[in-house]
T-cell receptor
Framework: KQEVTQIPAALSVPEGENLVLNCSFT??????LQWFRQDPGKGLTSLLL?????REQTSGRLNASLDKSSGRSTLYIAASQPGDSATYLC????????????FGQGTRLTINP | EPEVTQTPSHQVTQMGQEVILRCVPI?????FYWYRQILGQKVEFLVS????????KSEIFDDQFSVERPDGSNFTLKIRSTKLEDSAMYFC?????????????FGPGTRLLVL
């Protein structure tokens, strides 16, 4: 059974710092990995999707990497801003998992002005 | 940009009552999903739906739950007799095609509180 874990559970950094959020998954047989942002009490906004054949994806100040063989992904946020404060979730679709996303518990990020 | 919409945004109900959560997927999407997130816990898959049939359901999705596409635009989740533990945020999602690893687009969620 696929399990997704995110470390740390919470992170607080000063504005302007670069930071890395971590995601690990137990079964490397995945179609893709997706990073989401969730603001308090709100829905899920997709940030980046990495197909299993890819190593990384970039969007603006965000860069996500995928090491499928080791079951790890990182989300790198450059030059953090207070508006980046949110919970970041990673999720995978496992091969044979019939399109269902399996989520981690998220990292709650606070960027301090 | 097209988006998934959900109504209501919040619903409060008494234990044992039936609730119907509504979703309007993106118009050209064919594959639909429900997920839920109990406060402080992970987002969990409930059910996927394609071609007017359930494709897969989780062990959470018992006989108290049902899904339906009553017309060409809506996708609903019904909980027949709500329990306290059904209190959660319910998310609808859709994807364009039935293809392995296709991107799922999420709605804003319905927060359900069962008293």
């Amino acid at each position: 059974k696929q399990e997704v874990t995110q470390i740390p559970a919470a992170l607080s950094v000063p504005e302007g710092e670069n930071l890395v959020l971590n995601c690990s998954f137990t079964d490397s047989a995945i179609y893709n990995l997706q990073w989401f942002r969730q603001d308090p009490g709100k829905g899920l906004t997709s940030l980046l999707l990495i197909q299993s054949s890819q190593r990384e994806q970039t969007s603006g100040r965000l860069n996500a990497s995928l090491d499928k063989s080791s079951g790890r992904s990182t989300l790198y946020i450059a030059a953090s801003q207070p508006g980046d404060s949110a919970t970041y979730l990673c999720a995978v679709i496992a091969i044979g998992g019939a399109q269902k996303l399996v989520f981690g518990q998220g990292t709650r990020l606070t960027i301090n002005p | 940009e097209p988006e998934v919409t959900q109504t209501p945004s919040h619903q409060v109900t008494q234990m044992g009552q039936e609730v119907i959560l509504r979703c309007v997927p993106i118009s050209n999407h064919l594959y639909f999903y429900w997920y839920r997130q109990i406060l402080g816990q992970k987002v969990e898959f409930l059910v996927s739906f394609y071609n007017n049939e359930i494709s897969e359901k989780s062990e959470i999705f018992d006989d108290q739950f049902s899904v339906e596409r009553p017309d060409g635009s809506n996708f609903t989740l019904k909980i027949r007799s709500t329990k306290l533990e059904d209190s959660a945020m319910y998310f609808c999602a859709s994807s364009e095609v039935y293809r392995a690893g296709e991107t799922q687009y999420f709605g804003p969620g319905t927060r359900l509180l069962v008293l």
